[in-house]
């Protein structure tokens, strides 16, 4: 497991079939600490099934997932997965629409996750400090009363991301985080996934070209679960074979 | 810490249910003990017992809105944990006749005399003495509704096959025991109870204070409920009901916040049956009966889920109405049950208490000249989802 040392994120030959159909083959990424690493590649690629299998929500066939270097995350499930410092965001933005904007991320706020833990929870003034300032960084204090169902979709988006700041995670995957923003919307969040990337490590997947060019990260691209190309957005945008089977002529 | 639950259990709506159930245990006795028969205020003691059996039904739907409206669990065996609850209360009762039953045997029961029984059997030791007894009514049906839980939630069984797993084991149960050989007394159940406590069941005194201790006992199991979707793990269960799998993914362990919830519904739906059943003095197979269970997410959904108050409301509700009808038209009254399930899910998803809370917000809305502070809340009033918070915004 030496190659492993010095990754967030491990993945070797990876392989995982869904009544024969290989949606995962033989794929390797490695992520580094507080690295972003865009994600790109035509539908059915693969992308969200490598989400599903990093967070715990598909077990691989074949093939290694280590994060930050030891923990081997294919015998995990995914409440342990997202404790260890793992964060998810959806494609389809996904947060608990009957709760105000300040209790899903009361909820989302790295604390011991057990029952009793929970029953007995009061906030500390330190809770209330951190959750307002991800309000702030989300733009979203001045609705911190209202119900997220009454939230714009691009507000659910970043609420989303909110959420995963308040679990304090060390490796944050994002699922499409643009879709559905204006272009405004989407430069301030290619602005603040870059500012996570200090320091944590980010994967995000994503469709929109100028947005991935906005993050100015290095660049994989996917097709039938496997890595197609991989370097800077210019290196993989300019790749026959990426033009050929994702970007199109 | 455990204050600090407790203060925030006691938001308005939980002080005032708490508050009425207190002075019911305290105002019904005192109406049946110092009124005297004939006089204007007077309770007579059938009354009394009769609503101590609705509030005994109204704890159980309360158990099931912790699970159901909180939870998503619908559970179609909650009738299961009340009819052991109530069983394990029975078997007490049935240790205190001693020699006074009809074969006169100081320790076996008559049914047992009867099936030419040598000896109590193993799992009757113990019920004679109170404390035993009150502790199984609490661990019987939490550790069954612990143990199917685990298997259940863990293999993440949801929806509509854990619905039918409720129901199956409901059904299993009632058949058990309908047969003589497990020795809970057959079909006939457990029946001709004398005292309780050395004070004799059927007398005046005996039902009124078994009125006022369920009465009690249902202010407290509002507080423990109110404590409980108050905190944020009441939150984390909206959450598993709302969205299971992304609850899981920001790190809590949906099936323990399940099995919680349904343990503890299960040890309150147990409580109640106890307190049932010493007030209609007969416990039988016929608790089991997979309608009953049923007939408690009808009472939930009739005075609105997810309110706490509301199943209480809805269970006394449905069972007044069922006494009239049941006197009125016999025949008619599953169909009318029926009619009001379906009118209830189709026009009031909410039940009575959301009908209510939409009149009262209406209300409260129209008589304020918009404002613009106000317009974003005028623009939510259309939205039906913000009836559920009946909380005032601050203006923006």
């Known amino acids: 497991m030496s190659k492993a040392q010095d990754t967030m994120l491990y993945l070797d030959g990876v392989s995982v079939a869904f009544d024969g159909f290989k949606a995962i083959n033989n794929l390797s990424i490695i992520v580094r600490p507080t690295e972003m690493l865009a994600i790109i590649g035509p539908n059915g690629a693969g992308k969200t099934t490598m989400m599903d299998i990093i967070t715990g929500k598909t077990r691989p066939d074949t093939g290694d997932v280590m994060f930050d270097g030891r923990t081997d995350l294919t015998r995990l499930d995914e409440a342990a997965i997202a404790n260890l410092g793992i964060g998810r965001k959806f494609q389809k933005p996904t947060v608990f629409e009957s709760h105000t904007v300040w209790d899903n991320l009361e909820m989302a706020l790295r604390k011991p996750r057990g029952i009793f833990a929970a029953l007995f929870y009061t906030p500390s003034d330190d809770d209330i400090a951190q959750i307002t300032g991800i309000l702030e960084t989300v733009r979203l204090l001045h609705r911190k009363d209202e119900l997220a169902a009454n939230l714009s979709h691009g507000q659910k988006q970043w609420l989303e991301i909110g959420m995963l700041l308040a679990q304090d995670p060390k490796l944050l995957l994002v699922d499409e985080p643009v879709a559905g923003m204006t272009d405004s919307e989407t430069g301030e969040t290619a602005k603040l996934l870059r500012e996570i990337a200090q320091t944590r490590s980010v994967v995000v997947v994503e469709h929109d070209m100028s947005f991935v060019r906005e993050l100015g990260s290095r660049v994989i691209c996917l097709a039938e679960g496997a890595v197609l190309a991989e370097g800077s957005l210019d290196q993989v945008s300019a790749n026959p074979v990426v033009i050929e089977r994702y970007l199109g002529r | ?396």
């Open chain 2, 1 to 396: 810490m455990l204050t600090q639950a407790l203060l925030r259990a006691l938001d308005k709506k939980a002080v005032w249910v708490i508050g009425i159930f207190l002075a019911v245990a305290i105002l019904v006795p005192m109406a049946n003990l110092l009124i005297p028969p004939g006089q204007f205020g007077h309770v007579p003691t059938y009354m009394v017992s009769l609503f101590g059996k609705y509030l005994s039904y109204a704890m159980l739907a309360l158990a099931l809105d912790l699970v159901w409206g909180y939870c998503g669990i619908l559970s179609l065996g909650h009738g299961a944990f009340f009819a052991l609850g109530g069983y394990a209360m029975g078997m007490y009762l049935m240790r205190q006749i001693g020699s006074r039953g009809v074969y006169g045997n100081p320790v076996l029961p008559d049914f047992m005399v009867f099936l030419n029984w040598k000896e109590l059997p193993w799992y009757w030791l113990g019920f004679d003495n109170f404390w035993f007894a009150m502790a199984m009514v609490v661990v019987v049906p939490g550790l069954l509704a612990f143990v199917f839980g685990f298997f259940a939630f863990r293999s993440r069984v949801t929806g509509v096959y854990l619905s039918i797993m409720t129901q199956a084991m409901t059904f299993a149960l009632l058949l058990a025991f309908f047969r003589n050989d497990m020795g809970f007394g057959g079909n006939n159940g457990l029946t001709d109870f004398k005292d309780i406590l050395g004070a004799p069941v059927q007398a005046q005194t005996t039902r009124v204070a078994l009125f006022a201790a369920t009465a009690v006992a249902l202010a407290l199991s509002v507080l423990v409920c109110s404590m409980i979707v108050n905190s944020k793990l009441g939150k984390v269960m909206i959450a598993v009901r709302d969205a299971e799998s992304r609850t899981r993914f920001i790190g809590y362990r949906v099936e323990y916040v399940k099995l919680f919830a349904f343990t503890v519904s299960a040890i309150m739906a147990g409580i109640a049956g106890a307190l049932y059943v010493p007030q209609v003095g007969i416990i039988n197979p016929g608790e089991f009966e997979p309608g009953n269970s049923i007939e408690v997410v009808i009472w939930a959904a009739v005075g609105g889920r997810g309110t706490l108050v509301g199943p209480i409301i809805g269970a006394i509700a449905v069972n007044l109405g069922k006494s009239w009808f049941t006197t009125a038209f016999p025949e008619f009254w599953l169909f009318a049950l029926g009619a009001l399930f379906i009118f209830v899910t189709l026009f009031l998803p909410k039940g009575i208490v959301g009908l209510w809370q939409q009149i009262f917000e209406r209300r409260r809305k129209t008589p304020a000249p918009p404002s613009p502070s106000q317009s974003a809340d005028v623009e939510r009033g259309k939205d039906p989802a913000s009836f559920s918070n009946p909380q005032p915004r601050p203006a923006e």
